[in-house]
């Protein structure tokens, strides 16, 4: 289903996100005004700073399920055509979990058509993120693994708090399945093809201090400090002229945006079967066993 269509899906009656404000709140907004534009995604806004912080609160982990794709996709669209942002800096409303990464119970135990929209929903966060024009931050405060990690690393930079239960990496090979091409293209692009190679194959999530060291964050300040660090790196990428600074971007990013769009089709079809098959689902239902059995 295209964006649009989920758009329409999640307003029909029963939804969450019915009733909620998609536009600019009743205060009019202001320097630190506070938008809530869905339930699963706040946005705090600073005109005079031209910079929004976009927080993510689907709880407990802030995970990626299509509905939180959805709001996540629709909230930067709105922002993007917000002529007062210039920059972004995506965080978790709350300290601990930045994102767990894609829901696992939209990969489990669901039809194929399901598979493959909630596919294309990835595909096209990521591509809204990665082609951006505008400067996108990381205050990553709390753990970040897999599809947490990829949200972070379509930003320009990322600081991270330090604190060593918060780790970052792209982990699916300890799930059992893999990280797809691009995903993979956005960690080379960060930290290099052997410092991926190994990263994937291990599927490593780093420390902080790991994390730096690799380049996989660009900062780890005390936890306190991420949002306020975050904003104020993003002065020095403001400070850029805008189209100076994009066309730098969309260089450097160009190649790898082109090879999804160009493989688009069968990138959704390969996750599908894979996805499909009964060793990966077994390996997926054990895992999510194992993370609910922790609770129960
Ligand atoms: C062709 C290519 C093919 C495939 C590519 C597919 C790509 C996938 C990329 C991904 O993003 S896969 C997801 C990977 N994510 C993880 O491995 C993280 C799993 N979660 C955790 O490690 C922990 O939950 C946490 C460290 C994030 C937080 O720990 P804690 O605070 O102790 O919370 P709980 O573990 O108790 O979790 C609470 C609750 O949330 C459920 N849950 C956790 N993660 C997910 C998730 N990613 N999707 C869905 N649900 C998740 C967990 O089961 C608990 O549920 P309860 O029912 O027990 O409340």
Known sequence: MALVARVRALLLPGSRLRGATLGRAANGGGAG??????HRVLV???????????????????SLSLEMLTELGICLE?????????????????????SAGL??????????????????????????????????????????????CLLSLTCDYRILADNPKYTIGLNETQL????????KDTMVNTIGHRATERALQLG????????????????????????STAL????????????????????????????????READIQNFVSFISRDSIQKVLQVYLQKLRKKNH
């Open 232 to 263: 104020s790196v993003m002065s020095q990428w403001l400070a850029i002229p805008d189209h100076a600074r994009q066309l730098t971007k969309t260089m450097m990013r160009k190649a790898t945006v082109d090879q999804l769009l160009k493989h």
């Open 44 to 62: 705090e806004a600073d005109p005079a700073a031209g910079v929004a912080v976009v927080k993510f609160r689907n709880p407990p982990v802030n």
């Open 103 to 148: 829901d696992l119970t939209e990969m489990c135990g669901r039809n194929p058509a399901h598979y493959a929209e909630f596919w294309k929903a990835v595909q096209e966060l990521w591509l809204r993120l990665y082609q951006s024009n505008m400067a996108l931050g990381a205050a990553i405060n709390g753990t970040c693994p897999a599809g947490g």
């Open 204 to 227: 490593l999530l780093f420390t902080p201090a790991e994390a730096l060291q690799v380049g996989l964050v660009d900062q780890v300040v005390p936890e306190d400090q991420v949002q």
């Open 176 to 183: 059992g399945i893999f990280a797809p091409f691009w995903f």
């Open 33 to 38: 005004a506070r938008r809530a534009l869905s």
């Open 78 to 98: 709105k922002l993007e055509n917000d002529k007062t942002v210039r920059g972004i800096v995506l965080t978790a409303d709350r300290p601990g979990i930045f």
